[in-house]
């Protein structure tokens, strides 16, 4: 499975933007879990949300009440749902579709959070 993350950018504090995590090959709901993780410059990568196939979902605290993610599997994309983004936000998102044993990672899409 590729997964091809989307739909960073450059917003003000406040803003909003939504990330998109597509299977270019394979399908998103034979994948147990898709979570995104982020990596700010000079900061070690880490969880900001996970959606698994049954729906459950799970945040980083920083995220609650913020973020969404949610799963299309007629799109066969996962969504990040990104209000009142804050400066602490500006990283690379990246997308990770996790099925036991395989492990599949994006490349990842900036987000820059800047006034």
């Known amino acids: 499975v590729q997964l091809v993350e989307s739909g960073g950018g450059l917003v003000q504090p406040g803003g909003s933007l939504r990330l998109s995590c597509a299977a270019s090959s394979g399908k998103i709901f034979d994948i147990r879990a898709i979570g995104w993780y982020r990596q700010a410059p000079g900061e070690a990568r880490e969880f900001v949300a996970l959606?698994?196939?049954?729906?459950?979902?799970r945040y980083v605290d920083s995220a609650k009440g913020r973020f969404t993610i949610s799963r299309d599997n007629v799109k066969n994309t996962v969504y990040l749902q990104m209000n009142n983004l804050q400066p602490e936000d500006t990283a690379t998102y990246y997308c990770r579709g996790t099925h036991y044993p395989n492990d599949y990672w994006g490349r990842g899409t900036q987000v820059t959070v800047s006034a």
């Open positions: 959606v698994r196939n049954d729906d459950t979902t």
